[in-house]
């Protein structure tokens, strides 16, 4: 027992010993990923920036995108206008641009023939990443484009319709009139004809609005059912011109005999009061719960607001450590061979599992204190949150760091030689980048490629990193069940191999 | 003793440090040692010697467990090297013919892990590196990178490392390789202590003046043992003549006739200034026969002196004779 102590221990003496002796060593392992941390965390901005437009303005047509540039200039840097396409292209092409907006020029053409108009955007983008973002964020822009055309649109008809109130009470008040004069055949012919003449603005009025909402019925999405009400609405009062038109007529035709009834008052109060219900509902909305119904009510039950840094800073240091260890690990046991200390352990009363123990001890030793500095980083001067317990986040780290070194002293041990375990150890490194999380989302990757996250002990600390610091919950301990044991079995494999390796040939 | 051929097939009791039998090694279709029969005695020092290539470093790995034979049954400190466990290595030396330690520790560290290797407690080992950096002359160095010291001191502490857990049965592996006489004969006093002090040293070397100073000495040549014995009965067996200078006043041509005329003499030959050398079979009896030849003849020996062969002539004897017997065996 005393002399597996012993044995043990010796190899982080020995490992103690060569690393103080070497700043550049110590510099590449603890300082440089401190640096690479914070060069992260200070110089990424992510987020796509405002896209540089130039819009095609062909001359002499109608420059029907000026109303909106005011508002798009908000999301998108306009240039300004070109004459053609070609010439903007050429721009797009040459990257000076982002994208072209290719005005449509004569809207008319389009909404009086029933067709939606064409906006045509050109974008030059190889990303796809970018190429995707540009699609949906210019998307989005066409999208309020159009909410703010119907909006305006109802605004516009709801102007044009704006006095209908005003113009039935005018009506109402000759109605009372034509009422009160009952008998008398000449003040009932004057009230009358000023029932008609008051008639004529509302009709005119009503004509206009339900003009413009059929006009772009066809054309803006949402704008159909106030046309039909428009409509409804038309129709009721043309109903009621042609009463009062009758009822004139009655009165030149058969004087006192043609005087108006009750029924008749009362048929043209009721119509009056179906104008008055059609154009309430319709010409009191707001133009914009018309053109956008829903409003976004967005909560977020995440107990911080996370940065960019501060999202991707759980993933950078389990990268980082996890590379490092398992370089590490990779590196150690070749190097061992390089310099023929092998030899030695296999004249020595030393067991494998004691070079395993007394490596692992060692290197983890130097990868715990490079974790500690890097979260140290990430916490204290990047602002990266720990929102949940210390001690997960802790327990995760020196976990990965007991699943990477085993890695690597697997790496190692099944290698011929140290550039062989230096590949290996830099694909793990490649592959994690790519698979675990950290680049793309896990649930983005199809299967059976997404079966390669889990080869790598960085997704799941990745993930656990990031719900702890970030979300303040650990959404999946098995998680670090998985690492847990699979640092287990890669020590065990270590340890197995290592025996081997200290056999006689 | 140190015997080619043992008696009998039983492995040996504990008063045989290394014993083997029939032992063969073969990498792939190389066959690099054949049929080696050994037996090294408890507290001798013995020396391996052969030209580069014959299989040496070979037999010095079997020996200590790193390689295992192919052929035959070899027995270390009583225990087969396949069933080292532990306490067997505890009692085990090895120095292997090149540096293999860090050579970004210092000397002292580097005794310190290997110390630790071996189970030394803290106390213990400082004392025991201080005790072996001294006796090695290493204790002033012991503060320099191991890749800063000279080639000697690195062989020295090799060594060193290899003597702190104060082995019963080392192993050293071309010693003295690619160091200055002064140096190797260092290293050669150093071995020869520490077999006084009651360790069996087992020692490689192709520089076949050191095996004259071993104990026991097995000749070898393409991976068979050709000669095993002492110094001596190597000598004896490789029967080579002796050389007697001789100096007397006005040797002649009649003196020489009258040398060459005695028993066991095979050549005379004059030299200048009055001096004649004559090769004898045996050195020691031709000497008195010489002396009292000239004295008859009216000659004043003024000096005389008998020298052996080296042993590297014994050695180049013994390899011939193996390479005609092998030859004959052939035909």
């Known amino acids: ?505 | 003793m140190t015997t080619l051929a043992p008696d009998g097939d039983a492995p040996p009791g504990p008063e045989v440090a290394l014993w083997m039998r029939g032992v063969g090694r073969r990498f792939g279709d190389l066959q690099v040692l054949s049929d080696i029969d050994l037996e090294v005695p408890e507290g001798h020092l013995w020396g391996l010697v052969g030209p580069s290539g014959c299989g040496k470093t070979t037999l010095a790995r079997i020996a200590v467990g790193l390689l295992a034979p192919t052929e035959g049954e070899v027995r270390t400190l009583d225990v087969s090297p396949g069933a080292f466990g532990p306490r067997e290595r505890q009692r085990l030396g090895y120095l292997p013919q090149e540096f293999s330690l860090y050579p970004m520790l210092t000397v002292q560290q580097n005794a310190r892990f290997v110390a630790g290797l071996y189970g030394m407690g803290w106390l213990h080992r400082r004392r025991r590196i201080r005790e072996v950096l001294r006796y090695l002359d290493l204790w002033d160095a012991r503060r320099r990178l191991a890749q800063d010291v000279s080639g000697g001191m690195k062989r020295r502490l090799s060594l060193a490392c290899a003597l702190l857990h104060e082995p019963r049965f080392l192993v050293v592996d071309e010693p003295t390789a690619g160091l200055d006489p002064v140096l190797r004969m260092r290293i050669r006093d150093l071995l020869r202590d520490i077999q006084s002090r009651g360790t069996t040293v087992f020692l490689t070397t192709q520089i076949i003046e050191e095996a004259e100073y071993c104990d026991g000495v097995a000749v070898m040549r393409a991976g068979r043992v050709v000669a095993a014995g002492s110094p001596a009965a190597l000598r004896s067996r490789a029967g080579l003549p002796d050389t007697v200078s001789v100096v007397a006043d006005g040797l002649d041509r009649g003196d020489l006739a009258a040398l060459w005329d005695l028993p066991g003499v095979q050549h005379v030959r004059t030299l200048p200034g009055g001096r004649a050398q004559v090769v004898a079979e045996q050195g020691e009896r031709a000497v008195p026969a010489i002396t009292d030849a000239l004295r008859d003849r009216g000659r004043a020996v003024t000096a005389i002196d008998s020298q052996e062969a080296s042993f590297e002539d014994v050695f180049l004897r013994l390899v011939e004779d193996a390479r005609v017997q092998q030859a004959s065996e052939v035909e």
């Not at chain 1, 798009?72 to 907006?101: K, N």
């Not at chain 1, 008809?157 to 113009?167: I, K």
């Not at chain 1, 140290?418 to 150890?425: D, E, G, L, S």
């Not at chain 1, 490649?430 to 997704?459: E, H």
């Open chain 1, 1 to 505: 027992m005393r002399r597996s102590i012993f044995g043990t221990l010796s190899f982080f003496e020995q490992w103690a010993g060569e690393v103080v002796r070497q700043p550049t060593l110590m510099f590449t392992l603890v300082v440089a990923p401190f640096l690479l941390l914070f060069a992260f965390g200070a110089g990424v901005e992510l987020g796509g920036p405002r896209p540089r437009t130039v819009v095609v303005q062909e001359p002499g047509t109608e420059r029907v995108l000026e109303p909106y540039l005011a508002e798009l200039e908000q999301h998108l840097d306009f240039r300004g206008f070109v004459e053609s396409t070609p010439l903007a292209r050429r721009a797009l092409e040459r990257g000076e641009i982002d994208a072209v907006i290719v005005s449509p020029g004569d809207l008319d053409s389009f909404v009086d023939t029933g067709q939606r108009i064409p906006l045509r955007v050109l974008i030059g983008e190889v990303d796809p990443v970018r190429r995707s973002y540009a699609r949906s964020y210019l998307r989005d822009q066409v999208a309020a484009i159009n909410q703010r055309t119907i909006a305006r649109v109802v605004g516009d008809a709801q102007a044009g319709a704006g006095d209908v109130g005003a113009l039935t009470a005018d009506a109402r008040r000759y109605v009372d009139l034509l009422d009160d004069a009952r008998g008398e055949l000449e003040t009932a012919r004057s009230q009358v004809g000023d029932l008609q003449a008051a008639l004529g603005p509302l009709s005119r009025a009503v004509d206009e609005a339900s003009t413009t909402a059929e006009r772009f019925a066809s054309v803006v999405p949402g704008l159909s059912e106030a046309a039909e009400q428009a409509t409804r609405l038309r129709e009721a009062v043309d109903a009621l011109e042609q009463t009062v038109d009758r009822m004139a007529v009655r009165l030149d035709g058969f004087g006192e005999g043609g005087l108006p009834t009750d029924e008749d008052i009362e048929g043209i109060r009721t119509a009056l009061d179906d104008i008055e219900s059609v154009a309430g509902p319709v010409f009191s909305l707001d133009p914009a719960v018309i053109s956008a119904p829903f409003e976004l009510q967005l909560e977020d039950v995440t107990p911080i607001d996370p940065t960019y840094t501060a999202f991707y800073s759980p993933g950078v240091v389990a990268l980082l450590v996890q590379h490092l260890a398992i370089t590490l690990g990779a590196l150690t046991l070749s190097r061992m061979r390089l310099l023929r200390v092998t030899e030695m352990l296999r004249v020595a009363p030393i067991r494998a599992g004691e070079v395993v123990a007394g490596n692992y001890l060692a290197y983890g030793t130097l990868c715990a204190v490079v974790a500690a500095a890097l979260v140290a980083l990430a916490v204290f001067v990047l602002d990266v949150p720990v929102s949940g317990s210390w001690a997960v986040v802790a327990g995760t780290l020196g976990l990965l760091i007991a699943c990477s070194l085993g890695i690597g002293f697997v790496i190692s041990l099944v290698s011929a030689s140290a550039q062989q375990a230096t590949q290996v150890a830099m694909l793990f490194l490649l592959g994690s980048i790519f698979f675990s999380g950290f680049v793309f989302p896990l649930d983005r990757m199809q299967a059976p490629v997404d079966s390669a996250a889990y080869l790598f002990p960085a997704t799941f600390a990745l993930r656990t990193l990031q719900d702890v610091m970030l979300r303040g919950v650990l959404r999946a301990p098995e998680d670090l069940v998985v690492l847990g044991v699979a640092a287990l079995v890669l020590m065990a494999l270590a340890t197995v191999l290592m025996r081997r390796e200290l056999r006689a040939a």
